[in-house]
């Protein structure tokens, strides 16, 4: 109920906010700060299809979202954003980042941005672009093309030796509780055994007939296609080898996948790599140490998935984001980017996600 109360605030906020004009005066009197807007894929596509609707966006509403605040805002890459907001001055600031490196983000995305002529930061994973391989939750999406969820938790049961995920997940699906392909995504990223997760799921994407350099080439940009977003204004950015979760590697291990994946992109693309994305970037996917490395590494700015604005004094490893999909609300999105939500919180009610 609380809960209930509180989305009901923030919506009736955000839409005074948005619709009286006050959004501007708002803007005007908060200080300068740096909204960074976190997306996956653009659709229509082919590598979006089959994705579920938290991983896209339609093209045509991404141009929205970004002429209504390329009109008040300034539009930049995060490198360049956190360098400006630090340096005063000037309007407040919007940067766009799509993750993982999908090849929509060159085929349709890269296009519009350039009828805007606006940047925008794409975070890579680059074994997908050195080896023609994808992670596991890929895979998954894949074979839920070709079967039910119920049909996969089952198979997945008679192969894995890690039993207690599938009982839990067999429990989702007969108990009819909602969205078990979410629920089973869970269970699969966090509670199995990531080697017997990936030891079945490739099995299972077998059994399919999926070929795992056909999803690859299907999903992720190539090197030329990188180098071409590059050149075309669009910031590149770390994002580990494998999209591995960094807070269940050993800190040696965490480190070499920051690394490496920032070693293979300064080879592939010719230039300095200063900006990363932790994969999956919520507060449980990577510690202390994971930053540590990150800095270690070479990275100057690391972006997570919790929602917020930054400002100059935000610790730069642990930028917030604003997710967008194919559910963004521009209101909302406004509410946030004008220091609305900021401003709430001055006065006690925290309406911010
Ligand atoms: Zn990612």
Not at 23 to 42: E, F, K, Q, S
Not at 257 to 286: H, N
């Amino acid at each position: 109920m609380k809960h209930k109360l509180k989305m009901a605030a923030r919506e009736f906020y955000a839409r005074l906010l948005f619709h009286t004009g006050l959004h501007a005066l708002v803007n005007a009197v908060m200080p300068r700060r740096l909204t960074i807007l976190a997306g996956h894929c653009v659709s229509p596509s082919p590598s979006s299809e089959h994705l579920p609707t938290e991983m896209k966006i339609d093209v045509a509403k991404l141009e929205s979202i970004l002429a209504w605040f390329g009109r008040r805002y300034e539009i930049c890459p995060i490198g360049p954003g956190v360098e400006k907001l630090k340096s005063g001055g000037g309007k407040s600031l919007v940067a766009l980042s799509m993750d993982d490196g999908y090849r929509d983000n060159y085929q349709v995305m890269l296009p519009m941005l350039q009828r805007l002529g606006v940047g925008a930061t794409v975070f890579l994973e680059s074994r997908p672009l050195d080896e023609r391989k994808v992670n596991w939750s890929h895979k998954f999406f894949w074979i839920l093309t070709k079967a039910s969820i119920v049909e996969f938790i089952h198979r997945y049961g008679e192969l894995c030796e890690d039993e207690r995920a599938y009982h839990v997940a067999n429990q989702y699906v007969t108990e009819g509780r909602e969205d078990p392909v979410y629920q089973f995504k869970r269970i699969l990223k966090y509670e199995t055994d990531p080697h017997d997760r990936d030891r079945v799921i490739d099995l299972i994407f077998a059994e399919h007939g999926g070929v795992e350099r056909e999803l690859a080439d299907l999903l992720y940009v190539t090197w030329d296609e990188a180098r071409a977003m590059q050149s075309g204004g669009i910031e590149l950015g770390g994002h580990t080898v494998s999209h591995a979760i960094l807070s269940k590697l050993e800190p040696a291990e965490a480190e070499r996948e920051i690394r490496e994946g920032r070693e293979s992109l300064k080879r592939g693309l010719g230039r300095d790599i200063p900006t990363f994305a932790y994969p999956w970037g919520r507060r449980w996917d990577f510690n202390e140490a994971a930053e540590a490395a990150v800095t270690r590494s070479g990275f100057k700015t690391a972006s997570t998935m919790h929602a917020g604005v930054n400002r100059p004094d935000t610790t730069p490893t642990r930028l917030h984001r604003l997710a967008i999909d194919e559910n963004a609300q521009l209101h909302l999105l406004v509410a946030e980017a004008c220091g609305g939500f900021a401003l709430a919180a001055k006065f006690g009610l925290k309406l911010s996600e």
